[in-house]
DNA sequence: GGTTAAAATTTTAAGATTGAAATATTTTTG
DNA sequence: CAAAAATATTTCAATCTTAAAATTTTAACC
């Protein structure tokens, strides 16, 4: 009931789906590695920092009240200890504050300072403009119908979730 | 003249679109991450490899006469010095050859032992498959629909091609 | 209540990645 | 032809990244 597709529905067995899902795969990789690309150049640049600490503040700064450790890695897809070295050195250009949570001694609260809000929101305005333009190729219906089929599509591979009939 | 957009073709300006723009490189970016990690994983369990190993070994594996170092770092659009390193290793695995090209001494050209071929061959295959499952939800049709919307859609915007009317 | 299991984080070792500097070679050019 | 510019690659230091092991703290259980 998620799947519209009417008659393309019955062919996800053959070799042509194979092609085509990997075909897509090597363009994602091929498009993401390419914008990957410019941003780092132009965050390093422009603001003398990386994605990764960008993406940390990012995750940071929606979450006003801070996050744990492991949220954060959870939110960005990496590992813990990734993180670990991200946040270090973000402490050390005064952005972003470490703090325990009261009650539970396991836990590392962090999130951004003062001036790490300033910043980050400086740089995400001027960052959204690098993304539009360098898809500025994409419309914004074709970008939304992609958005779409990227979506729910994805979910339901890894772990084998409940409720999944068939 | 490859802009079909009918009426959004109008729109690329507003704030609308910037957004969505926004919006569909962080999904890719967030499909690229979950596939990439899931490839990592697997590659490492079934194959005891990791995924620039398997990137490497898939360029060299379509060009059976050998790259030289700066193509294939072109072509995985990573840096020079990084493709050393790997090189490197899948050298000592002995699944790469490196040698030099007659007329020009400061050519290294790599290339895939019988050994890496038929290693490769064996992985791809696999791969295939599983890249197929983790995007099992997207018919062709929608793949093919993606791919085409990402492919020439990009390309003009780093370096100012030559050509460009209007 | 003390032992064990679970959870959150950091540390560690290996590899990947970049940008810049260093090397070596070829081409250009005056 | 010699000096300079261009090209191809490697080396280097810093950062990022992972998976696994180690640490610290909390929860569970008998």
Redo the contacts between chains.
């Keep these: 009931m ?2 519209l ?1 009417t008659d ?2 019955v ?2 067995h053959g070799d ?10 090597l ?12 941003l780092r150049e132009r965050l390093r640049k422009e603001y003398a920092t990386t994605l990764p600490r960008f993406d940390v503040m990012s995750a940071l700064y929606r979450a006003e009240k801070g996050l744990k450790m492991s949220e954060l890695s959870a939110a960005l ?1 990496v590992s813990n200890g990734n993180v670990t070295g991200i946040i270090e050195r973000l402490v050390a250009e005064g952005l972003v504050l470490r703090e325990p949570l009261p009650g539970d001694r396991r836990v590392m609260l962090v999130l951004l300072t003062p001036e790490g809000r300033e910043k980050f929101r400086d740089m995400a305005l001027v960052h ?2 690098w ?17 779409d ?6 979910v ?3 772990a084998g979730r409940e409720g999944e009939k068939e």
Tied chains: 1, 2.
């Design positions: 998620i799947n597709a393309e529905a062919e996800n042509e789906g194979d092609k085509q899902r990997l075909r897509l795969w363009r994602l990789l091929k498009v993401s590695r390419y914008i990957e690309g410019e897809m959204q403009g993304v539009s333009e360098l898809l500025k190729n994409i419309n914004a219906r074709d970008a939304a119908t992609i958005c089929i990227l979506d729910v599509k994805l339901r591979t890894s």
